[in-house]
Each structure stands twice: as C-alpha cells, then as structure tokens.
C-alpha cells in the first residue's frame, strides 16, 4: 500500500471509528434531544481530536497528514459547538417557562449570565473556526536553517494553542464551578478536623460541608497550563536540535497535546452539569441561601440527566433531602443509633425507618415555607 491510500484511508477510519464512538454515547446520554444531540456532537468532536493526533504526528514517505490535522482542529470545534447548543437550549428553556426553578431566584441575573454564555461560546467558536482558516496544518515540521541546520518548528501548533486556551477560558466560566464527578474530600485547613470516637460509617451532612470542597474542575487550570505551555515552546523549543532532542520534543509535544485533548472533552459534559445542579438548586428561607443538590445524592443529578428522574422529581428530592438533614433532628437521631449496640440488620431497617419518618417531616416543613406543593 503505498503513501497516497494511506492518507485517504485513514482520516475515514478515524471519521468512522469516531461516529461509531458517539453513537454509543447519544444511546446512554440524556433524554432530552436537544441535550442528546448536544453532548453527541461533543463525543463525536472529541473522537476525531483525539483519534487523528496520534497519527498525525507518525511521518511516513509520501504519506500527507494534511486531512488528519484539518480533522483534529474541526474536532475542537465541534467540541465547543455542543457546548454553544447547550447555552441555546439553557436559555431557550428558562425564557419560556418550561424549566422552573424552586424557591426565590434572581431570575434576570440568571438570564444575563446565560445569554452571556451565549455569547462567550459564540466567540469560542469563531475563533475556532478562524484558527482553521487560518492554521493549514498542525504537525511539526523540521525546518532547515540558515546554519544548514535543521530545527523543530512548533510555531503553528504554538498559534493553536494559544487560540484553544482563550476559547478555553471562556468556555469555563460558567463550567468551572464544579465537576461532580471529580468531588474529593479536603480537610479544612483552618480547623484540625476531629474524627468522631467510633467507626464513622456516615459523616453527617455539615461536617461533609466542611470537609468537602468542590474541587475546581480544572478547566481553567487547564487553559492556563495551554498558555504556559505555549510560552515554553516559543522561548526554549526552536533553537537548533539534533535527531534525538527532536525526538524528544516531538514525544512532548504528544503527550502534553493528548492530555489537553482529554481535559478539553470534559468541556461540555462539565457544563451540563453544572446547568443541571443549577436547576435543582432552591434558595432556602430558613437557611438564606442557595442550596446545590446534596453532594452525597450525587447519582441523583446523574439520574436527572440520564432523565430518570423528572426535574419536578429531582426538585422534591434535593429539598427533601437538605430540609431532612439540616433542619429536623434526623442526623441527631441517626448518630445517636451508631452508638447503640445491635445487629447490622436491625439497625439497616431503623435507619430506613428513621429515613422514611423524618422524610415526612421535612416535606411538611418545606410545604410549610412554600417550597413544596401540599399533597
Ligand atoms: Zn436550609
């Protein structure tokens, strides 16, 4: 097989292998169409990002990788697209009434930060495309240089990055707050946190508060990692190099772009949910502020999104589940249940018990504030 096949060939198994990999994805992703097509597109842009990369940068005689960069930059695109639909459809919903919010909210304040997240994915995706315009190809090239030496020229990769990372920035303004999925439990810092004197099986709901930060999602690190790295490359990378320091900046090179990749394709799935925890978020009159879904009811926002659970449903339950916790004594009476001494099973069947009695209580008293329709 020579050089010329190749080079059609394989941009159109990355395409297929590509679909193939979003369609699996569009079957489990959310209910909703409009969120279906939205995250699809994003598997389908990651897909053709991270599949081309590799075989971009394996340079055969004769073989043209030309198709396989152009593939990989259109992948980024399509990548903040899904998130410019997800914007579109955030704020088509909330204007027309058919996704309410529990509780009192600042509604124009939300409209302005959805329509300016509108507008930052638009801008993203501009500068997206002019990057493609303006970017032929993105694979190193070794450069003869004035001396007859040859050196490593990244310079377009370099203009690349550095248009990736703005769109970056903006995209994660409003993903940034949290990735769910990547909660991890922090010790505060100022307080020495102390251990309860038995077993602890379930840390109650504040002391998980204290010890629990959200942990950025890394979008913006990531973005500025792209920045830094940028300015590494431009100032240390294009000097003059032998085979094996070529080598080793193109291995770099590889790897550092892969992991961006990765941490790119979180975008739209960071920002789904996001959105998704901001509508089941419900301001709260006894506490005076706003409350995010309970962090251990994490699989509750992933049935919301897989819609198994409808907003109405998710709502109730997230008010439930704070009003039960924080304002009736069910931690009280669940801790004082860890200290009594009985079987595992009995005490499984009192605290479901427990769970199912202060449930009722906590709906009354969030019927009670107007949170919650009487039944
Ligand atoms: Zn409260």
Known sequence: MDGSNISWLLPVAVILYSIYRASGSYQKGPQDPWLKVSLAVATLGGGLTLYSLPLMVVQLPGWDTSMLALLF???????????????????YMCESGQLEVAGARAESIFFACDMMSVALTLVSFTLSWAAILLVSDLKPNIVKGASGKTFYDVSPFNFYMVIISLAFLLLSIR???????????????????????????????????????????G???TSFTGLALYL????????????????LAFLVWLLVTFYFVKRYMEAPMSYLVTMMSNLLSFYCPRCQKKIEPFEKSGSLLEHFINGRLSLKGAQERVIVAHYRHVHTEYEKEIRDLQKVRSPLLNKEQRREELKREYSEKARFLAEKDGLLKEK
């Open 232 to 247: 590494v490359l431009l100032f240390v990378i294009p000097a003059s190099l032998d085979q094996l320091g070529y080598n």
């Open 219 to 221: 979008l913006l690190l």
């Open 175 to 217: 993903a940034r707050r949290k990735l769910v999925t990547t909660l991890i439990l922090v010790p505060q810092r100022s307080q020495p946190v102390v251990l309860p004197p038995q077993k602890s099986t379930g840390a109650s709901y504040q002391q998980i508060k204290e010890k629990k930060e959200i942990k950025d999602s």
């Open 73 to 91: 930059m259109f992948g980024f695109v399509l990548i903040t697209f899904s998130v410019f639909l997800m914007s579109l459809w955030n704020t």
